[in-house]
Structure formats: C-alpha cells, structure tokens
C-alpha cells in the first residue's frame, strides 16, 4: 500500500463518460478516450490492502485486487498487468463489462464509496495493449493431445487460451461468422468495442488456438465425428434459449425478440449491412424485460434514431441505496442502477411514460395490439405489486411499432441434431446441460463450461468457468494439471 491514508485523500472519482448528446450520435464506447489514465493512480491509493480482502472473494476469478492496485498507486503497470493476467485471460473485457462484485464486496463500501477497481483493471490491460505487452505466449512444446471447444464466447475463448497454453493443439468450433460469442453479436459496441475482441483473437491465433467459424457441431460436423477427432471436447454453447411471452397479440408483426433485434444492429457496426432490417428509426419502441439485455436493446434503439423507447420492468422500483437487512455488505445489493443507455433515454426525454429515465416499474405486459395488417401498434399495461400481483386501476397503452422482448435465457438449445443431443448429454431439469463439479458431463471426454452449465449469467464466471473447465480437461488428458480452477461448477455468487 503506497499511501496507507489513500482512502481520505482521495475522493473516488470514475471513468468520465462522453455527453449524453455527442455519444448517441456513435457506437462508440461512452466513455471519453484517454481521460481514465490520470485518474487511476490515485484511485489505486484508495485501496487500503485489507487483510482480508472481501473484494477478491467476490470475484468468481479471484482476481489479486490488493495486489494490483498497489503496483498501479506505484505506477509498476507491468508488474501490474503480470498480476492481472495471472488470474484473468481478458481483463479489458470484464474491465468493461462487469457488473463489478468486486466493489460491492469493497471492505471500503461499508461507509465510504468503493475503490474504482473495474477502472483500474481496464486501465492496466489498455495500457498493457498499447505498449505492445501482450505478446503471444505459444507452449514450448506439444503434448499431442488435441481438444474441441464448440463455441466461442467468453468460456470458450478462456478454455481454449489454457488449453492451447498448456501444450493441447486446441480447435474452436463457431456456428458463427466470426468468433466471440454474446460479445461479437450480442452486447452493443458501446459498451465494448469490438477491437478489443480482434486484438485478443490474433493474440490467440498466434498462440497456436484454431477457428473454425460458420462451423456448426450437429449441423455441420456431427458429435460422434468430434468426440473421434478429438481427446475431449469442451462444450461452451451458452445459453441462448430465450424465454418468450405468451400473451395475447404474441404473433403480430414487430414483436420481436432482444436477439433477433441485437445481432442485425452489431452487423450494421461490423460493416456487413447499411441498415439493421430491424432498425428502430422513426419508431416508438417499447422494450419488454427490466435487465441488461433490455438496457442494451435501449442504447441500441436510441442511436438507431428511434421516436421514442420505453423499457417497462415487472419488478418494482429498487431502493436508491442498499437495503442492509435484505443485501447485506459485501453482496451484491439490488440497488437502482442507472447505465448509461438509462441516463442517454432519460437526459434526452424519449420515453411515452416513465417512472424513471425511460423505465416504467411494477409494470406488467397484458397484450399487444394490431392494426388490420397485423402490425404492433399498442403495448397494454397493468400496475402490479411487489410480489408482481396485478393491481386494479386503469391499464396504461403505451403506442408501439417495435416491441422488443428481453426476459432472459432458459438454457442452451436443446435441440433435436443441435450439439447437446449430438453429443449425448444429460439435460437437468432447470434446462442446463448436467455436469458434475468438475465440470464433467455424463458422456467421458466432454465438459461444459459457462452460459450452458451455468444458465444464463456473466461475462466473469463464463471466464472463470473456462479457466477451470481447462484445468480439469487437462487433468484428464494429462492425469495432472498445474492450471488454475478459481470456480468449481457448483458455485454461486456471495449472498447473504
Ligand atoms: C444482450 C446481452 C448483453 C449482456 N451484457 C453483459 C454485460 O454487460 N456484462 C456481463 O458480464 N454479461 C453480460 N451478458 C451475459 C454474458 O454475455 C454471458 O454470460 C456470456 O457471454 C456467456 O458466455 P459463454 O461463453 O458461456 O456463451 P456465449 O457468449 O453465449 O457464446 C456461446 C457461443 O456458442 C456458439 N454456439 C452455440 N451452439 C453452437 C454449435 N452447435 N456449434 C458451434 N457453435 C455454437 C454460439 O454461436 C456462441 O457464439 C449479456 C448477455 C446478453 C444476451
Ligand atoms: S476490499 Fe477494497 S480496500 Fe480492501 S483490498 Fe480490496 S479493493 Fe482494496
């Protein structure tokens, strides 16, 4: 600890965001370039190097938190960045994209705002890439031994990375275009850039990882074919099972789902289309489902130069601070979190009606209604209660030509010939693929990491997940393993 009075000195200050006017205007990432770097040094200072340090149990990856934010307050950014990556492969992802654990289990949020600890780790990776240290780190040699990873979102990309470290000739199966998974097509590129996805992917095919892209495991290559090509097989298809809404108006035209509407405005950023087919401009858009899918369908719509866009959530409003009889420190509270696609909808006035910045709380979706072709036009509303109990009073009709429906994942796809039933695993009941601690499933030779054992979850215990499903392929392939396994798959988040 550089400056053991960091804490009082320094008032926590974060990441700048770009004005709401000028960001909407780009896909751009919101924050304003170059102005984190004289920031965090001091923000380091904060970190009072607690002897138990809640904000590393936080972190599925156990991230050396303390460790790292003193080699920054001494401005060691290499030593740094060594630390960081010794337990993340791709700190500038969840740099970005965390809803940061960590800080919520911060022993300094117990009465003082939390060290800045998701700007500290995205400053030591950019600063790591610019200074060209993120060399490949190909194996000495190889074992022989050959693993297929069949997806490549965050899991499967941290599996792979250790897999092809350790000395295993690693193939990635993607049914899509291009690799990353719900960071190449899912989450928008204002909130990651997909640079940074390129840079990682060249880091890995220089390290000797191989892509197979619009490959699909079941349609183009079947599971048996894969289990004889090779030694085990990492299974990390997510979980992009969508869950639907089965109300009255379901099948007019304009009612669509959050990843039907996300993939086509991605292509638009990629340079693959001018135009989203689903475009929102010129619309009034009413987003189904209070989450981050929500949120991002809302930034999206916004930039798209929609009429306007309402995010309607079931839940009731949560409390501005945290509750500390229901979400006691160090959990993760339920507090009432503004991103910045809530204050971009909120500052420029685009909801029909609102609570707060665009959303309409303790609102449930009764029906959609149509027009004589068959198209939305209306989205009916009705109050609930806290337990999402339907209040009587008068619906609220909000008008809607594009309904976006965001209500979560049930699971991978289970599907007859897809990659879950050509590989022959067991389904659990909660619709995840089985698999024991170790992350192996029921078939020998194939694990599961991530969104598809998991559920639906984070871009943090998909890499932890990936990580450790690695260490066990490994293990099995080698009888021995010295790779890291922060999570065992029955982990969960802290809570009280
Ligand atoms: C819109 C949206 C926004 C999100 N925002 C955030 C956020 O801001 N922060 C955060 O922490 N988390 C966020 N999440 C959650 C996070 O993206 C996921 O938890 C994470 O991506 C899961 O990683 P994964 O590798 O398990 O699966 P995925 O990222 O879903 O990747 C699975 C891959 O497998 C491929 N695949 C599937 N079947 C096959 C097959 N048969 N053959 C070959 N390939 C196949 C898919 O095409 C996909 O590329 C968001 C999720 C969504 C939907
Ligand atoms: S809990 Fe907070 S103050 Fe303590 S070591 Fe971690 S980041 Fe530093």
């Not at 923000?43 to 303390?66: K, W």
């Not at 003193?70 to 809803?99: I, K, M, Q, Y």
């Not at 690695?470 to 080698?478: G, K, P």
């Not at 396994?485 to 802290?494: H, I, N, S």
Request: negative net charge.
């Amino acid at each position: 600890m550089a400056d053991p009075k960091g804490f009082l000195r320094h008032p926590r200050r974060e990441w700048p965001r770009r004005p709401v006017g000028e960001r909407v205007k780009d896909w751009d990432e919101v924050y304003v370039p170059g102005a984190l770097l004289p920031l965090v040094e001091p923000q380091a200072e904060r970190c009072m190097d607690c002897g138990v340090p809640f904000c590393h149990e936080a972190c599925p990856l156990g991230n050396l938190i303390p460790e790292w934010n003193d080699l920054v307050s001494r401005a060691d950014w290499h030593a740094a960045a060594e630390r960081l990556h010794a337990t993340n492969n791709f700190p500038e992802f969840t740099g970005r994209l965390c809803p940061a654990p960590c800080e919520a289990g911060c022993v300094l949020a117990i009465n003082q705002p939390a060290v800045t600890i998701k700007n500290v780790e995205v400053a030591i990776a950019d600063r790591i890439w610019a200074d060209g240290l993120a060399a490949p780190r190909a194996p000495q040699r190889l074992t022989g031994r050959t693993v297929g990873v069949v997806g490549s979102g965050p899991a499967g990309l941290a599996a792979a990375q250790q897999l092809t470290r350790a000395g295993h000739t690693v193939v990635v199966y993607e049914r899509d275009d291009r690799a990353g998974g719900l960071l190449r097509y899912g989450i928008p590129a204002f909130k990651m850039e997909k640079r940074h996805l390129e840079l990682r992917l060249a880091q890995m095919r220089a390290e000797g990882t191989k892509f197979r892209t619009s490959t699909e495991v079941g349609r183009d290559i079947g599971g048996a074919a894969l289990r004889a090509r090779h030694d085990a097989v990492v299974l990390a298809v997510g979980a992009t099972a969508w869950r639907e809404l089965p109300v009255p108006g379901r099948e007019l035209d304009g009612v669509r789902q959050a990843m039907e509407y996300l993939p086509p405005a991605n292509r638009v950023c990629e340079g693959d289309l001018d135009v989203s087919p689903l475009s929102a401009a010129g619309k009034h858009v009413v987003i189904v489902g209070g989450g981050d899918t929500g949120a991002d369908c809302l930034g999206t719509a916004v930039r798209e130069g929609a009429a306007s866009v309402t995010q309607v959530d079931i839940r009731s409003l949560p409390p501005a601070e945290r509750d500390e009889e229901a979400d006691p420190w160090p959990s993760y509270p339920t507090v009432h979190r503004v991103s910045p696609a809530h204050e971009e909808a909120g500052e420029l006035g685009f909801a029909q009606e609102s609570d707060a910045d665009a959303r309409l709380f303790a609102a449930s979706t009764l029906r959609f209604a149509g027009d004589a072709a068959g198209r939305v036009r209306a989205v009916h509303v009705g109050a609930v209660d806290a337990r999402r109990r339907p209040l009587p009073g008068a619906e609220r009709v909000l008008r809607a030509d594009l309904v976006l429906l965001a209500l979560g994942f049930r699971g991978p796809e289970v599907t007859a010939g897809g990659a879950v039933a050509e590989l022959g695993v067991t389904v659990a009941p909660d619709g995840t693929v089985a698999r024991d601690e170790g992350y192996a499933t029921d078939v020998p030779g194939v694990y599961v990491a991530g969104d598809a054992g998991r559920g639906q979850s984070l871009v943090v215990w998909a890499i932890a997940e990936g990580r450790a499903a690695a260490a066990a392929v490994d293990r099995h392939l080698m009888g021995t393993t010295s790779l890291p396994a922060p999570v065992t798959a029955k982990d969960r988040p802290l809570r009280a």
